[in-house]
């Protein structure tokens, strides 16, 4: 994927995930909703998506979202803080996610490049169900050639299905080790 280079914030990953985590907001969904620094849903216009979010709690985000459009894409972007990778084994993550019906989540690593950004695949989706499930991907950076070792800005994007959704993201966790 291309597009500009103008990229994420790049903010302290936890502290914003600790205040999600921690907090009792609520509001609602449009084609960018910032949930907290670096967190936020980004959708295609033509979805014209709607609904509305909550972040009880002791959880992230609980997603209720209508997608009336038809679009290309919606995912929520958590900007990192990984622009060198070189001398990691491995970057990933782990959440734990319910949905109201079966739903799959594609993961993936967002890098910028000269010309734009480039997306490397995490190779599992994550599968949600109405009991919630914890899931665990990592990528190893030295054997994955589509993802450069350095980058001005990465991000982890976790694209959602384009149609209505019913997401609870009870919990996340992003390594590099």
């Given at each position: 994927m291309t597009g500009p280079v103008t990229g994420p914030p790049q903010p302290d990953l936890n502290a914003a995930l600790d205040r999600l985590r921690n907090g009792s907001d609520t509001g609602e969904i449009g084609e960018i909703t910032r949930f907290e620094t670096g967190i936020e849903l980004h959708a295609d216009a033509a979805l014209k998506v709607s609904g509305h979010f909550r972040s009880p709690a002791g959880r992230l985000l609980e997603l209720d979202i209508s997608v009336p459009g038809q679009g290309d894409w919606i995912a929520l972007h958590v900007a990192l803080p990984l622009s060198d990778l070189s001398g990691l084994g491995y970057v990933g993550f782990a959440c734990r996610a319910a949905a109201q019906g079966e739903v799959l989540i594609r993961p993936c690593l967002r890098s910028a490049t000269e010309d734009g950004q480039a997306d490397c695949f995490f190779p599992r989706h994550i599968l949600?169900?109405?009991?919630?499930?914890?899931?665990?991907?990592?990528?190893?950076?030295?054997?994955?050639?589509?993802?450069?070792?350095?980058?001005?800005?990465?991000?982890?994007?976790?694209?959602?299905?384009?149609?209505?959704?019913?997401?609870?993201?009870?919990?996340?966790?992003?390594?590099a080790v």
């Amino acid at each position: 994927m291309t597009g500009p280079v103008t990229g994420p914030p790049q903010p302290d990953l936890n502290a914003a995930l600790d205040r999600l985590r921690n907090g009792s907001d609520t509001g609602e969904i449009g084609e960018i909703t910032r949930f907290e620094t670096g967190i936020e849903l980004h959708a295609d216009a033509a979805l014209k998506v709607s609904g509305h979010f909550r972040s009880p709690a002791g959880r992230l985000l609980e997603l209720d979202i209508s997608v009336p459009g038809q679009g290309d894409w919606i995912a929520l972007h958590v900007a990192l803080p990984l622009s060198d990778l070189s001398g990691l084994g491995y970057v990933g993550f782990a959440c734990r996610a319910a949905a109201q019906g079966e739903v799959l989540i594609r993961p993936c690593l967002r890098s910028a490049t000269e010309d734009g950004q480039a997306d490397c695949f995490f190779p599992r989706h994550i599968l949600c169900s109405r009991e919630p499930r914890d899931h665990v991907d990592a990528l190893h950076p030295a054997t994955v050639r589509t993802l450069a070792q350095t980058a001005r800005w990465r991000e982890l994007v976790l694209f959602l299905p384009r149609e209505n959704l019913v997401w609870h993201l009870h919990d996340l966790r992003v390594f590099a080790v």
